[in-house]
């Protein structure tokens, strides 16, 4: 059955449980759960410098921060649990975000980005949403990353799917599941670890649309 447990939007809850209809329908991460921020982070002060910087120079922050989200159910056969695609617009981007049930009604979730070209959205690299500033971004999202999976490490629950892990990698912008949701910025990770292990193995953390403004393409 599909599970029902616990949403975000968009990113960022600590929910271990597998059983609510909205975390089933929250957006998890491509290779495992999606685990929302347990601690809500303050504004980064090199975010709040950029965006200092981004007005000095004259570039024009965006004017709206709204998003609009549908999702719909798709036909899955030989299974009782949909598809589920969510699509979000904000601006000329637009995050599609598809999860797939397996045989316990977990939803895995694939993520892709467009931007709206001659009136079509066309695929494009995450990379590509962001400006030149975009490496201090990503500092902010591996260091928010990393925090998250810290929690669960220390746990003695989870010490032996964190017997696998040498270390928390540094995610590049193109390892990382991105989407839109309602007026945040969602980063999904993953690590990779086994099935007996999925509801740790994906972490998310998010970024109101105000914040990361400045480090988005215009």
């Known amino acids: 059955m599909r599970n029902l447990a616990f949403l975000i939007p968009s990113v960022l809850f600590l929910s271990m449980s597998l059983g609510c209809e909205q975390s089933k329908r929250g957006l998890t991460e491509a290779n495992g759960i999606t685990i929302e921020s347990a601690e809500e982070t303050t504004l980064d002060t090199s975010m709040a410098a950029v965006a200092s910087e981004t007005e000095q120079a004259g570039q024009p922050e965006a004017d709206s921060t709204i998003t609009a989200c549908e999702e719909k159910d798709e036909d899955n ?34 993520y892709a980005l467009h931007k709206l070209e001659n009136g079509d959205f066309l695929p494009i690299k995450n990379e590509s949403l962001f400006n030149n500033k975009r490496d201090d971004l990503l500092r902010q999202v591996n260091e928010r990353i990393r925090t998250e999976y810290l929690l669960f490490s220390d746990d003695p ?15 590049g912008f193109d390892e990382l599941s991105i989407g839109f949701e309602d007026d945040q910025l969602v980063f999904h990770a993953s690590l990779g670890l086994p099935e007996a292990c999925l509801s740790i193995d994906g972490a998310s953390v998010s970024f109101k649309l105000s914040e990361v403004g400045p480090y988005l393409q215009q």
């Open 77 to 110: 056969p030989g299974s009782e649990d949909p598809i589920i695609v969510r699509t979000c617009t904000y601006q000329h981007y637009r995050s599609v975000a598809t999860g797939m049930p397996d045989y316990k009604g977990r939803y895995t979730w694939e």
């Open 157 to 171: 629950d989870f010490s032996d799917c964190f017997a696998m892990v040498e270390s928390i990698p540094a995610f």
